[in-house]
């Protein structure tokens, strides 16, 4: 009898084949003790009109970086490297409305790109993309972006993003050219024109000046085949690892150090300016080693790293060849991950509702929901932070219906009224700017567990808003994060420092049936796209 089986006859002995109904009342009721979310409190009135309620920020990005701040646009044109002169933010406006955005940014001689597609707004010239990635830009010779008179070179290109096939690369390398002009660059066949209103790819930076001279340059991991960098210079830290097979990994952002102490926070294209933080202690041997212990940079880093000082000629530039050498070729797989459902799924389109309440604990909002759907109205529930123009509490709202207009709305508001809901209202929702949902696993089979992914394949997903479940792949990496308010005692074999990943791996790979029993119930995570964020909670029902 293997695993599966084992688990299998355990879950039927908590009698797991109970109307869903009753599923659903238990499951409200360790919502309401777990205490993942909001702590109890009154219930809200329903969400506040727009003189009252606050609005959730669209994204927790601040604007780009302005150029007093030390970036990559601030590199001289005279003298300098092809790769460096090509950095900063550029735009191609494909008509009015849609435009085409890429910021380049360099490492060591490496050669990488920020890339989107933007909407233009009314009122506005700032563009943030709402789809983004991040190129490689390889070189077939580690000198053909090192010149300081050519204008122009032939570069090949490797694209990742957060948003789709899972992380990893779409394609092989694809041949592109890439060439200065008086004012852009000409890449992958259009024309991009420098704009500094282009989202720029790091806007964390920290002006505190608290800063200690003995970090300043560039660091490399001691002792490693495939390095970790770090480079401080005083404003900006970046954290860079490439292994010629793998996708880069580019952080950047603000940094304070002071007394043996470090913290900052940084972002990665790929993830779309997703702030992280970072933190560790540090210290500075007598033979110029620089040590960091507790260190809570990335989950690959180990707690305790030694790092020696080089040159930025020391950092090796990746060319065509190696990404070739290391597996990179046109007979590879590279779609294995791609999603099969993604949020397109879950209704993320703009609407009026009809509010009839709004509440901490979700358990009195499916029964409001109940309630109105016995009474003809095609109600659901919102969770409020997902949405531009409701509440950025913990609250679940439900509406009567989702109307396209505002007249369809107000109309239907007299038919709720007359229902008995005297305090209903109309407001619009705004834009959804991100995703609340619940996946259950009733066994371990969904899941292809590696050493760096966890990919949940077609499991049940709840979007809280009383439809019909939906059957999505889902996955966890190494961004993948518990969020503070998660109880943490409800993650059965968490020890204190483990990542989301972390701890499915451990409970996966446990000999233990109980162990694996902790990977089996209802979890109530953040996501973007197939991507989990964050972990809210972990519960079972009977």
Same mark, same amino acid.
């Given at each position: 009898?293997?695993?599966?089986?084992?688990?299998?006859?355990?879950?039927?002995?908590?009698?797991?084949?109970?109307?869903?109904?009753?599923?659903?009342?238990?499951?409200?009721?360790?919502?309401?003790?777990?205490?993942?979310?909001?702590?109890?409190?009154?219930?809200?009135?329903?969400?506040? #009109?727009?003189?009252?309620?606050?609005?959730?920020?669209?994204?927790?990005?601040?604007?780009?970086?302005?150029?007093?701040?030390?970036?990559?646009?601030?590199?001289?044109?005279?003298? !300098?490297?092809?790769?460096?002169?090509?950095?900063?933010?550029?735009?191609?406006?494909?008509?009015?409305?849609?435009?085409?955005?890429?910021?380049?940014?360099?490492?060591?001689?490496?050669?990488?790109?920020?890339?989107?597609?933007?909407?233009?707004?009314?009122?506005?010239?700032?563009?943030?993309?709402?789809?983004?990635?991040?190129?490689?830009?390889?070189?077939?010779?580690?000198?053909?972006?090192?010149?300081?008179?050519?204008?122009?070179?032939?570069?090949?290109?490797? /694209?990742?993003?957060?948003?789709?096939?899972?992380?990893?690369?779409?394609?092989?390398?694809?041949?592109?050219?890439? %060439?200065?002009?008086?004012?852009?660059?000409?890449?992958?066949?259009?024309?991009?024109?420098?704009?500094?209103?282009?989202?720029?790819?790091?806007?964390?930076?920290?002006?505190?000046?608290?800063?200690?001279?003995?970090?300043?340059?560039?660091?490399?991991?001691?002792?490693?085949?495939?390095?970790?960098?770090?480079?401080?210079?005083?404003?900006?830290?970046?954290?860079?690892?490439?292994?010629?097979? /793998? !996708?880069?990994?580019?952080?950047?952002?603000?940094?304070?150090?002071?007394?043996?102490?470090?913290?900052?926070?940084?972002?990665?294209?790929?993830?779309?300016?997703?702030?992280?933080?970072?933190?560790?202690?540090?210290?500075?041997?007598?033979?110029?080693?620089?040590?960091?212990?507790?260190?809570?940079?990335?989950?690959?880093?180990? !707690?305790?790293?030694?790092?020696?000082?080089?040159?930025?000629?020391?950092?090796?530039?990746?060319?065509?060849?190696?990404?070739?050498?290391?597996?990179?070729?046109?007979?590879? !797989?590279?779609?294995?991950?791609?999603?099969?459902?993604?949020?397109?799924?879950?209704?993320?389109?703009?609407?009026?509702?009809?509010?009839?309440?709004?509440?901490? #604990?979700?358990?009195?909002?499916?029964?409001?929901?109940?309630?109105?759907?016995?009474?003809?109205?095609?109600?659901?529930?919102?969770?409020?932070?997902?949405?531009?123009?409701?509440?950025?509490?913990?609250?679940?709202?439900?509406?009567?219906?989702?109307?396209?207009?505002?007249?369809?709305?107000?109309?239907?508001?007299?038919?709720?009224?007359?229902?008995?809901?005297?305090?209903?209202?109309?407001? %619009?929702?705004?834009?959804?700017?991100?995703?609340?949902?619940?996946?259950?696993?009733?066994?371990?089979?969904?899941?292809?567990?590696?050493?760096?992914?966890?990919?949940?394949?077609?499991?049940?997903?709840?979007?809280?808003?009383?439809?019909?479940?939906?059957?999505?792949?889902?996955?966890?990496?190494?961004?993948?994060?518990?969020?503070?308010?998660?109880?943490?005692?409800?993650?059965?074999?968490?020890?204190?420092?483990?990542?989301?990943?972390?701890?499915?791996?451990?409970?996966?790979?446990? #000999?233990? #049936?109980?162990?694996?029993?902790?990977?089996?119930?209802?979890?109530?995570?953040?996501?973007?796209?197939?991507?989990?964020?964050?972990?809210?909670?972990?519960?079972?029902?009977?």
């Amino acid at each position: 009898m293997d695993k599966n089986d084992r688990i299998s006859i355990m879950i039927k002995s908590k009698h797991l084949q109970k109307s869903l109904l009753s599923w659903l009342l238990m499951l409200a009721m360790l919502l309401l003790l777990a205490g993942c979310g909001a702590t109890k409190e009154e219930d809200p009135a329903p969400v506040a #009109d727009e003189s009252t309620q606050p609005k959730t920020e669209q994204s927790a990005k601040p604007k780009p970086a302005k150029k007093n701040q030390k970036t990559d646009q601030d590199a001289e044109t005279k003298g !300098e490297a092809l790769s460096k002169r090509l950095c900063g933010s550029y735009s191609f406006h494909y008509n009015e409305e849609e435009a085409s955005i890429v910021s380049f940014f360099t490492f060591g001689g490496n050669l990488y790109a920020y890339g989107g597609d933007a909407m233009t707004e009314e009122g506005s010239d700032y563009l943030e993309p709402y789809s983004f990635w991040m190129m490689e830009l390889l070189p077939e010779n580690a000198q053909d972006l090192q010149s300081t008179s050519a204008n122009e070179s032939d570069v090949y290109v490797l /694209t990742f993003s957060v948003m789709s096939n899972l992380t990893t690369y779409w394609s092989a390398p694809e041949e592109t050219h890439i %060439a200065l002009t008086d004012d852009g660059v000409e890449f992958q066949g259009n024309h991009y024109i420098k704009d500094d209103n282009v989202e720029y790819p790091f806007p964390y930076f920290n002006n505190s000046g608290v800063v200690d001279e003995g970090l300043m340059g560039v660091w490399r991991q001691k002792g490693e085949k495939i390095p970790w960098y770090l480079d401080f210079d005083g404003q900006t830290i970046t954290i860079y690892r490439k292994d010629p097979g /793998t !996708e880069v990994f580019f952080g950047r952002g603000g940094y304070e150090a002071d007394e043996g102490y470090i913290t900052g926070t940084y972002s990665c294209p790929e993830s779309g300016g997703m702030p992280y933080d970072l933190e560790a202690e540090y210290s500075l041997k007598d033979d110029g080693t620089l040590v960091f212990q507790q260190a809570d940079f990335v989950s690959d880093m180990p !707690e305790t790293v030694e790092f020696e000082k080089i040159t930025e000629d020391e950092i090796p530039v990746v060319t065509l060849k190696d990404a070739q050498e290391a597996g990179l070729t046109e007979d590879r !797989e590279y779609d294995k991950y791609a999603q099969q459902e993604s949020t397109d799924q879950i209704n993320e389109e703009p609407f009026y509702g009809v509010w009839a309440g709004a509440f901490f #604990d979700r358990g009195d909002a499916w029964d409001l929901l109940y309630e109105l759907t016995q009474k003809g109205f095609n109600a659901s529930i919102v969770f409020a932070p997902d949405w531009e123009n409701l509440s950025p509490k913990e609250i679940y709202c439900v509406t009567a219906d989702r109307c396209a207009d505002e007249d369809t709305a107000k109309s239907l508001l007299d038919d709720v009224k007359a229902a008995g809901y005297k305090d209903a209202y109309v407001k %619009a929702s705004g834009k959804r700017t991100g995703v609340r949902i619940n996946y259950t696993l009733y066994s371990l089979d969904p899941l292809d567990v590696t050493d760096d992914m966890v990919v949940l394949h077609g499991v049940q997903v709840d979007d809280f808003s009383g439809e019909e479940p939906l059957t999505m792949d889902l996955y966890v990496d190494k961004n993948t994060g518990f969020d503070k308010s998660c109880d943490m005692q409800f993650f059965n074999n968490y020890t204190k420092g483990d990542t989301a990943l972390d701890w499915i791996k451990k409970n996966y790979n446990s #000999d233990s #049936d109980e162990d694996s029993m902790n990977l089996i119930g209802v979890f109530d995570v953040a996501i973007t796209d197939s991507h989990i964020d964050r972990y809210y909670g972990s519960y079972w029902w009977d």
